[in-house]
């Protein structure tokens, strides 16, 4: 059986995927058609429903649930993992909520779980400006935008640029609920037979399992697609967003989304 299979060119997402669309591993009858494409053009195919299996942002999530089911292995969820902001100017936390009101924040796609985090957390900060996440920090930097709302590798390179850092949204979560932060995952489309969901599961279980047993060897397909990122950088960035919560959401896991969705509910 073939499936259409959307992740991104991160190196957690192609790392976890590699041997999967590679043959490196056993894949049990299954095949795929696979595109790589920035998570917010991932969160609106979720939304039309293009895909059979997909990544997406938890933020997204909560408004597929009738279409997709998430899939137990493949989700970046964690603590010390969350989106930050950051600017040119250092403001206090206590500060923050008043000053933050008119300013421009550069956020990395509307649909994305930064930008439902940065909502519940700043519900009056309402002047947004969607690009491409690795935009943002140059955003700021010539004056775009006056905040930048980073994500992946971003968090390992704003610091070089002179920028500081306004608040981590997933410490904001972590302190408030207890939980580790839902930042994406891995959902298969409903109408799809639950055997086949079992299975897809397990052979994402297996190719995470490969190329964990492999690491710290990078494959070309991790670096081919990470562009101009540096192999160190490609590696903090796997060993941030792929964990144990990667293998197995766990019922801390799917307790921690379940939160999410109903704050969500309540903007």
Same mark, same amino acid.
């Given at each position: ?34 595109? &790589?494409?920035?998570?917010? @053009?991932? $969160? ?15 933020? @997204? ?33 206590? #500060?923050?909520?008043?000053? &933050? ?10 649909? @994305? ?5 940065? %909502? ?22 010539? =004056? ?23 608040? =981590? ?5 972590? @302190? $408030? ?13 409903? #109408?799809? %037979? ?14 995470? &399992?490969?190329?964990? $047993? ?50 969500? $509910?309540?903007?």
């Amino acid at each position: 059986m073939k499936y259409s299979l959307g992740f991104s060119p991160c190196p957690n997402d192609t790392f976890i995927f590699d041997a999967l669309v590679n043959g490196k591993i056993d894949t049990k009858g299954l095949s795929f058609d696979y595109v &790589l494409e920035d998570v917010e @053009t991932l $969160n609106e195919w979720a939304l039309a429903g293009k895909l059979d299996i997909t990544k997406l942002s938890f933020g @997204t999530y909560p408004s597929v649930t009738g279409t997709y089911s998430l899939l137990h292995s493949g989700s970046a969820l964690g603590k010390g993992v969350g989106p930050l902001l950051i600017s040119k100017q250092n403001i206090a936390y206590e #500060n923050l909520h008043e000053w &933050l009101k008119n300013k421009t924040i550069a956020i990395p796609g509307v649909h @994305t779980t930064a930008n439902l985090l940065c %909502a519940l957390a700043f519900p009056d900060a309402k002047h947004k400006q969607a690009m491409v996440f690795h935009e943002i920090e140059d955003a700021v930097l010539n =004056d775009k935008a006056d905040v930048g709302l980073i994500i992946h590798e971003n968090r390992f390179t704003y610091q070089q640029k002179g920028l500081e850092k306004l608040i =981590d949204l997933g410490d904001w979560w972590e @302190t $408030n609920m207890k939980l580790p932060i839902p930042l994406g995952g891995i959902v298969m489309k409903k #109408n799809i %037979a639950p055997e086949a969901h079992r299975l897809v599961d397990a052979v994402i279980k297996e190719s995470l &399992l490969f190329s964990r $047993n492999n690491y710290p060897r990078l494959s070309g397909f991790v670096t081919e697609h990470a562009q101009e990122m540096q192999e160190d950088v490609m590696r903090k960035h796997i060993e941030l967003y792929v964990n144990d919560y990667t293998q197995d959401l766990g019922e801390e896991g799917f307790h921690a989304i379940e939160k999410l969705v109903a704050a969500a $509910n309540t903007l």
